[in-house]
């Protein structure tokens, strides 16, 4: 099979549709991978060049006072007759670029890849990191695979992921954690109900609290974050006939990245401390990951800030921007692409998006 030719010098909205049009799906990344590392290789001057798996990784070493990592993905969700890309007119907004990982996140991508081709004298020097597998289970990423395997490469001041964002900063991000709330019953004949213990009804105080919940907002490097506390699954029953002995809610806590995972699960564990006490309820954590600090203060991210204009906000949801964050380096999110119609059949991206954070960060990387 032959490796599509990318052009790294071409306006980075044809680049997106070129990378959009090679199909790389979650674990079948190979074909973008040797793409994008071919194209390096060819067309970039002073990279030090890795390949990794479906990892490409590429730095400079110039010598310069600070370091930016340019980190992207370059695994989409499965397609849905929405490759090859597609190019339309939309009036006087401009034109829009349709296809499947338009907007999460190959323009990124394309705008880091024909950045590193065209900036001439960049004021820092550059890694690159395109990865594999983030939209899938967590123990694929393959940024995680280079946290634990290459963590030198990830070494920088501050990092910026081409995730969608709308072409705004999104600093930091939330931080999630998934609890399972077990009742325990006494199975019966739903004619004869007295006899059972019902583990479904037991539920009743945890959703109660849960609905009664007032979520914290705070306030971090002037972004705000919005903390959430929600039931996000329910099982319990047998059958029609039966009164059930067993019964769970699954909860989903979204928390500022000023607390911890374990601050967190206090946090939650404290809410049904009763209940917990008394042996009604059980907990169980499922599943957790820690959140990011803008880091908005630090030089490098505060002069990204001034180069787009002083437009941040912060980021609701989890990204990788957690992995930086946790090895002290400021991160955060910012790519062309309205995140709400990331992994939609009718994916698309404005093509001025494109065009506006190339400027904004070759602005950043040259002033």
Same mark, same amino acid.
């Given at each position: 099979?032959?490796?599509?030719?990318?052009?790294?010098?071409?306006?980075?909205? /044809?680049?997106?549709?070129?990378?959009?049009?090679?199909?790389? &799906?979650? %674990?079948?990344?190979?074909?973008?991978?040797? @793409?994008?590392?071919?194209?390096?290789?060819?067309? +970039? $001057?002073?990279?030090?060049?890795?390949?990794?798996?479906n990892r490409v990784l590429a730095r400079t070493d110039r010598g310069k006072a600070r370091r930016v990592v340019l980190a992207g993905h370059l695994d989409t969700v499965p397609i849905a007759d929405n490759v090859p890309s597609r190019r339309e007119k939309a009036?006087?907004?401009?034109?829009?670029?349709?296809?499947?990982?338009? &907007?999460?996140?190959?323009? #990124?991508?394309?705008?880091?890849? %024909?950045?590193? @081709?065209?900036?001439?004298?960049?004021?820092?020097?550059?890694?690159?990191?395109?990865?594999?597998c983030e939209e899938i289970a967590a123990k694929y990423n393959g940024l995680g695979v280079i946290e634990r395997e290459l963590p030198q490469w990830l070494a920088g001041d501050v990092a910026i992921l081409g995730e969608p964002t709308a072409g705004q900063i999104e600093a #930091?991000?939330?931080? +999630?954690?998934?609890?399972?709330?077990?009742?325990?019953?006494?199975?019966?004949?739903?004619?004869?109900?007295?006899?059972? /213990?019902?583990?479904?009804?037991?539920?009743?105080?945890?959703?109660?609290?849960?609905?009664?919940?007032?979520?914290?907002? &705070? /306030?971090?490097?002037?972004?705000?974050?919005?903390?959430?506390? $929600?039931?996000?699954?329910?099982? #319990?029953g047998v059958a029609g006939n039966v009164v059930p002995d067993v019964a769970s809610v699954d909860v989903n806590f979204r928390f500022a990245p000023d607390r911890s995972v374990e601050q967190a699960t206090d946090h939650v564990r404290q809410l049904f401390a009763d209940e917990i006490a008394s042996g009604a309820v059980t907990f169980e954590v499922t599943d957790s990951a820690a959140g990011a600090l803008p880091g908005l203060g630090h030089p490098a991210a505060a002069a990204l800030v001034a180069a787009a204009g002083g437009k941040f906000r912060a980021k609701y949801g989890? +990204?990788?921007?957690?992995?930086?964050? @946790?090895?002290?380096?400021?991160?955060?999110?910012? #790519?062309?692409?309205?995140?709400?119609?990331?992994?939609?059949?009718?994916?698309?991206?404005?093509t001025s998006q494109i065009t506006e954070v190339t400027d904004v960060l070759r602005r950043y990387l040259t002033a």
């Open positions: 099979m032959s490796i599509p030719a990318l052009d790294l010098r071409a306006d980075p909205i /044809d680049l997106t549709a070129a990378l959009v049009d090679i199909p790389s &799906v979650s %674990h079948d990344e190979a074909a973008i991978a040797d @793409a994008v590392e071919i194209a390096i290789r060819e067309q +970039t $001057s002073g990279f030090e060049v890795l390949r990794h798996g009036g006087s907004d401009g034109d829009v670029l349709h296809g499947c990982g338009t &907007v999460d996140m190959k323009s #990124g991508d394309a705008v880091f890849l %024909h950045l590193a @081709a065209t900036l001439d004298d960049p004021n820092c020097d550059l890694t690159l990191i395109f990865y594999d #930091g991000c939330q931080g +999630t954690l998934r609890v399972r709330l077990s009742t325990p019953g006494v199975r019966a004949h739903s004619a004869r109900s007295w006899l059972g /213990d019902n583990a479904i009804h037991k539920l009743g105080s945890v959703l109660q609290t849960l609905a009664a919940y007032q979520a914290r907002r &705070v /306030d971090i490097d002037g972004c705000e974050y919005r903390e959430g506390l $929600s039931a996000v699954r329910i099982e #319990g989890w +990204t990788d921007v957690s992995r930086f964050s @946790a090895l002290g380096i400021p991160a955060v999110n910012f #790519g062309p692409g309205d995140p709400n119609l990331a992994h939609k059949r009718d994916e698309r991206v404005p």
